[in-house]
C-alpha cells in the first residue's frame, strides 16, 4: 500500500492529518516549513528523522549519522534504541554494511539484509531493508539520513525519489539553522571581546586599540582561542566586582 503522507498532529501541531489523496508536494511543503521552524540545528536533525517515518514509503525507523574516513561515526538523531543499535553495531557485527558506498554514491538501498545469510548488525535487529542517503558530504565527513523497514524490499524507487526530494528539503534547512547559530555565536564572541577589551582598558590605563593588542598577545602566548580567554577576564570581573 503506497505511504500516506500523514503526520500525527500530536507530534507536529503544524502539520495537520493529510487526506489520503493529499499531493505529495504539498506534503513536502509542510515539512519544509516544519524543518525551517526547529531553530537550531540540533532540533532540525531531531525533526528530520521523525518526519522521515511519515513521509517516506515504507519506512519504520529513521538515523541521521556522521561517518569519517576510517569509518569512524556517531549518530547525530534517531527515532528509537533500535536505530542506535543498528547504527552502532550489535555482538561484535559491523553497522550498515554498504555504508562505505556513500562517498562515492549519494543513495545506498538494501533490499534484503538476509539475502546473504545475514551477518550483520541490521538482520541481527530484524531490520530487513535499509535507505541510505547523503545530506552532507566533504572531504572527510559525510552525514547521512537513512531509513529503516523490517519487511525486505520496503524501498523501491519510489521511495528513493521521495528520499531525496526530502533530504533536499533537511538540507537546505540545516544549512540554514547552522548559518543562524554561527551569525549568533559571531555576535556572542564580538560582545564578549568587546567587554574584555573594556575591562582592560580600565585596568591598564591603554586605549582600544592597546587593550585588543594585549588580548591578542595573551591569546598566543597561552595557547587560547580568543574568545575563550575573554570570557576568562569577564567571569574573572564579575567575580572580583
Known sequence: MPKRFVVAASEFTDLLRFPVAFELAEALTAAARQLHETGTADNTLRTAVELAVHLMPG?????????????????????????RAAEFGTGGRGPHPEWERLWTTPVVR??????DGGGNALADLGLRSALSLRLRADRRRLTV????????RAFDEAATRVGRLFTAHVSLALDSATVREQLTEAMRTRDLIGQATGILMERMSIDA?????????????E?????DLARRIVDANGASG
Do not use: C, M
Not at 223 to 227: F, G
Open 223 to 227: 595557547n587560547v582561542k580568543l574568545r
Open 59 to 83: 519506512a519504520e525507523h529513521a538515523g541521521i549519522s556522521e561517518i569519517e574516513r576510517g569509518s569512524e561515526r556517531r549518530t547525530l538523531a534517531w527515532t528509537d534504541d533500535i536505530v
Open 110 to 115: 538494501i533490499a534484503d539484509t538476509e539475502a
Open 209 to 221: 586599540a592597546g587593550a585588543f593588542d594585549s588580548l591578542v598577545k595573551a591569546s598566543q602566548r
Open 145 to 152: 539520513l537513512t531509513a529503516y523497514a523490517r519487511k525486505p
